[in-house]
């Protein structure tokens, strides 16, 4: 591949979110230029931010459901599931 094929150069821009102006990089590849990033620093930061906390929202959500989908497969009695052991004692009569 050329080299000279990808360049940069630097272009301002109007944030897509808050609209204030902010310098960003252009990329060109082959004749086509590519700005990168359309929001200013702190809505990418906030934007990420968000998208971070719906990805981990999504995933407890996931893992709930397969913890249900756990309790009702599992075949313990529903009146046992919580229950522990913390107040099994080995000297009553029956406990081993
Ligand atoms: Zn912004």
Same mark, same amino acid.
Do not use: L, M, S
């Given at each position: 591949m050329d080299n000279k094929s990808l360049e940069y150069s630097t272009t301002?821009?109007?944030?897509?979110?808050?609209?204030?102006?902010?310098?960003t990089t252009?990329?060109?590849l082959?004749?086509?230029?590519?700005?990168?990033g359309k929001y200013c620093h702190d809505c990418a930061a906030r934007l990420s931010e968000i998208e971070q906390y719906? *990805? #981990?929202y999504e995933l407890e959500v996931a893992n709930m459901k397969i913890r249900r989908r756990w309790?009702?497969?599992?075949?313990?009695?529903?009146?046992y599931q919580v *229950? #522990?052991?913390t107040n099994f004692n080995t000297n009553r009569p029956g406990n081993v």
């Open positions: 301002t821009v109007i944030c897509a979110t808050c609209g204030i102006e902010f310098e252009v990329a060109h082959f004749g086509k230029q590519f700005t990168i719906q *990805k #981990d309790r009702e497969n599992c075949g313990i009695d529903p009146r *229950k #522990d052991f």
